[in-house]
């Protein structure tokens, strides 16, 4: 009776191969330990799940609905389909989606060539967008004294909120409005470099997907991200 | 004791009454009270002077809104009592008003009652709307209010609560029909305690404002539902969720609780038993998506109120990460008369898989605006040409469900009104907004608003929905303005199903039932405003005098 309860393992098909998965695992991180590649862009290992990019969705037999993989966790007897001809479309119309929202022109852009959007649309085999640009106008932040942020850039996957709540712990950032005005903002929506809450710590920069985030005076060659760090403070948070 | 408590207040409710022969009854529910009904109600006390045998009260919506402000007047000095109902009152008629007491009521202002708007409906949820006044206690409970409540709590244990909505075959009013009983049962089965009650009132579809009127009519009722509720499921906190944008309501709830609490019916021991249950108020900042159920639950909590994915559902994991009941207004005020008159009665009520009534509002092109409350199965040519008052063929669609739904076409008007039946056209019941359409109405346009609707409250959090929304509003934009090719119909088709297949929230993933609805059945409608969209695919004259839209 009062011995530490286990987790249950349970057995599942994932894109045709039995496996067995550990109870409370999401389908995203089974599919990772089985090396089979499911796109993410609000997902990053140590940050709460999002589910916001909808790029992770998967199929499962027995339901008509599409499940983020990144928090749908497993069940026995599950079977989970990770590609297929009707889910390439939908990612590849995502992915078109996030590219039309607002800026993205990679060739000016300091984040060419280690840009977590711009290798999936080069894995997905993106060559076109098929939507209208919608290019608002939207401002650059430049008033830290490292970093600097460019809301053109953004694709509003949080991971910079997140991680500065969750890990830093200073709830500097945040966002601001609805729908597609909604906006990543600083304290009560004031310059970044005026922030009180701000340590300056970087963080964000490193998380951040896309040349939203950057550093000061980095050229593009040099605007290498570093994220390694991230699951092990994690880690230290949950001992 | 509680019960004796009751019957005192009952008495003296009763011999107030008797010693007036007339109680004129003036509507101050928000609609009235838009066309200053409170100066009616002011003017109508003035007016009494030594007319002894007469009492004036604000009570709430009688339903008929379009011809507010509305005073009914009831008598009881010959053997049949008997009411008047005036309309468009105003201010200056109320001596008139007041000489006609025991006369022959004022013509110029009487009401015809013998027609179908008040007599083809069946009154549950409104049963006290219109009769009692919505701010004492007194008249609720003379009206046999909290009796299900203390019965509940003296006779019956939570299962037996539990197995009587679950007789009743009651679903929820907020739009999804979930079976009521089968999400208390769940959220009853969770280990607790810490469980809480939340009532949704964040009514927030266009055209809608039924939750408003219960709440504002009679906020006792969804109190009494919410805390057998909570009897029910074991949960002794409750919440309910109003939108900042309806003061009145908001005020009306603070007195209920007030009373409430201060009489024992709800707070500490409720009516002299172990059971504790609190209620808050809490209130909403205007999103539509903080009515979606975990929006919402973040919201209390104080974080931004946008969805998460469920599984987990709230029942599991809620408000605080608790097991949390959440149903909507309509749904807690169906409640106490369950429980008073029995699961069985109520399912005598509606169809087999729909029980019960129904509130709508009908707004749009109808001449009987207002609130009604119908059984279910009853058909949409019944309500909206024999009660709504609509000329038949003078109607082309009606718009169910808000955003979420979608348009029925005048030919479809004998389909019952049901949960399966709606759906099964493309619409949903949704919340209970009917908006009747004329022939001069666009569908292209009707879709268009929604989606533009649905575009302004997205929250933004999935990439589906927010950047989806927008250009599916800039297609259906450019199809109404008529610069749009067939290929911009396609694109259209194409981001519908994306949309609706991977949006996080019922909000994205419904946002394109307007849309697919209007092209099921007015496709001919798009297609007239397409440049190539003759039926042989030739382009239409328009194109050759229009200049190719300039590229952005
Ligand atoms: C975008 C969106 C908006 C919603 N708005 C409301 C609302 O205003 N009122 C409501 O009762 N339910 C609303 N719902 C439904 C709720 O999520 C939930 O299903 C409902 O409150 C459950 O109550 P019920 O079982 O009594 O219907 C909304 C859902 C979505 C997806
Ligand atoms: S579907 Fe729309 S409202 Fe719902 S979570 Fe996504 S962006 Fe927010």
């Known amino acids: 009776m009062n011995q530490p309860t286990q987790a249950r393992i349970f057995t599942l098909k994932i894109d045709g191969v039995d496996v067995a998965a550990r109870e409370h695992e999401t389908i995203l991180e089974l599919a990772q330990e089985n090396n089979i590649f499911i796109p993410t862009l609000c997902h990053l290992e140590g940050l709460t799940e999002f589910g916001g990019c909808r790029l992770c969705v998967v199929e499962v037999q027995g339901s008509n609905r599409l499940f983020p993989a990144c928090m749908t966790t497993v069940t026995e007897g599950m079977e989970v389909t990770t590609d297929s001809e009707r889910l ?14 607002r800026n993205h022109v990679c060739s000016v852009c300091v984040s060419n060539g280690h840009c977590d959007l711009q290798f999936l649309a080069a894995k997905l085999g993106m060559t076109r967008v098929e939507m209208p640009y919608l290019h608002p106008s939207m401002v650059v932040d430049a008033s830290h004294q490292h970093f600097i942020m460019d809301h053109n850039r953004c694709i509003l996957c949080q991971r910079c909120v997140r991680v500065c709540g969750e890990i830093e712990g200073a709830f500097t950032k945040g966002v601001m409005g609805r729908g597609a005005s909604s906006r990543i903002i600083h304290d009560l929506n004031g310059a970044w470099g005026d922030s009180k809450t701000c340590t300056s710590c970087g963080k964000c920069v490193n998380v951040c997907p896309t040349g939203a985030l950057a550093e000061k005076g980095k050229s593009a060659g040099e605007m290498v991200k570093r994220r390694d760090w991230l699951p092990y403070l994690r880690s230290m948070q949950e001992d | 004791m509680m019960i004796e ?33 409170n100066e009616v109600l002011t003017a109508l006390k003035n007016g009494l002077g030594e007319h002894r045998g007469c009492h004036v009260k604000g009570v709430g919506c009688m339903g008929l809104c379009s011809q507010g402000p509305l005073v009914a007047v009831a008598t009881k000095t010959n053997a049949t009592p008997q009411t008047v109902m005036y309309q468009n009152v105003k201010a200056e008629d109320a001596t008139e008003i007041v000489q006609a007491l025991g006369k022959e009521p004022v013509a110029r202002l009487a009401l015809n009652t013998d027609v179908p708007f008040f007599q083809r409906q069946t009154k549950i949820v409104l049963e006290n709307c219109g009769a009692i006044d919505p701010e004492r206690i007194e008249e609720y409970i003379a009206a046999g209010g909290y009796q299900g409540l203390l019965t509940t709590l003296t006779e019956s244990s939570p299962s037996e609560v539990i197995d009587e909505i679950v007789r009743s075959g009651l679903r929820g009013r907020g739009g999804g029909g979930y079976p009521t009983g089968l999400k208390w049962t769940t959220v009853a089965k969770m280990d607790g305690p810490g469980k809480y009650v939340i009532c949704n009132a964040d009514e927030g579809d266009p ?62 021991k409720v009516c002299g038993t172990t059971f504790d249950f609190n209620v808050h108020i809490r209130l909403g900042a205007g999103a539509f998506v903080c009515g979606e159920e975990t929006a919402l639950i973040a919201s209390i909590e104080g974080k931004r109120g946008t969805p998460r994915p469920r599984p987990p559902y709230p029942a599991e994991h809620g408000l605080w990460g608790k097991p949390t009941l959440i149903n909507n207004v309509e749904t807690f005020a169906n409640v106490p008369a369950i429980i008073r008159k029995g699961g069985a009665w109520y399912a005598t009520i509606g169809t087999a898989k729909s029980k019960g009534t129904k509130v709508f509002a009908l707004a749009g092109s109808i001449q009987n605006t207002g609130l009604i409350e119908v059984p279910m199965g009853m058909s949409l040519s019944e309500i909206i040409h024999e009660i709504g008052g609509v000329p038949i063929g003078k109607c082309k669609a009606v718009q169910t469900g808000g955003p979420s739904g979608g348009c029925i076409p005048a030919a479809y008007f004998d389909t019952p009104v049901d949960y399966e039946s709606l759906k099964a056209l493309g619409s949903i019941m949704g919340s209970g907004g009917m908006i009747i359409m ?51 119909l396609n694109t259209l088709e194409k981001l519908c199903d994306l949309v609706m297949n991977t949006s996080l929230c019922g909000l994205g993933q419904t946002a394109p039932n307007p849309v697919l609805s209007t092209l099921r059945y007015f496709r001919h409608e798009y297609l007239n405003k397409l440049l190539d969209g003759a039926e042989d695919g030739r382009m239409a004259t328009a194109a050759t005098t229009q200049p190719l839209e300039a590229r952005p």
């Open chain 1, 88 to 101: 390439r479309v939908y990612r590849y119309m995502i992915l078109g989606m996030l590219f039309s929202e």
């Open chain 2, 5 to 37: 408590k009751f019957a005192a207040i009952t008495a003296e409710e009763r011999q107030a009454e008797n010693e007036h022969d007339h109680t004129i009854k003036v509507c101050v529910a928000a609609g009235c009270l838009s066309s200053q009904s």
């Open chain 2, 207 to 268: 055209g809608a404002f039924m939750d408003r009127s219960v709440l504002e009519s009679d906020p006792h009722r969804v109190l009494e539902g919410m805390a057998i509720a909570g009897y029910a499921v074991g949960a002794s906190e409750g919440y309910i969720y109003v939108r900042g944008e309806y003061p009145l309501a908001v005020e009306r709830l603070k007195i209920a609780i007030r009373q409430a609490n201060r009489l024992g019916v709800l707070g500490s």
């Open chain 2, 438 to 488: 004329d022939e001069s109405s666009s569908m292209v346009d009707v879709a268009r608003y929604f989606m533009e609707f649905c575009m302004s409250e997205s929250c933004g959090k999935c990439v589906t929905c927010r950047v989806g929304t927008v250009h599916m509003y800039n297609l259906l934009d450019k199809i109404y303005q008529g610069k749009a090719w067939r290929r911009d």
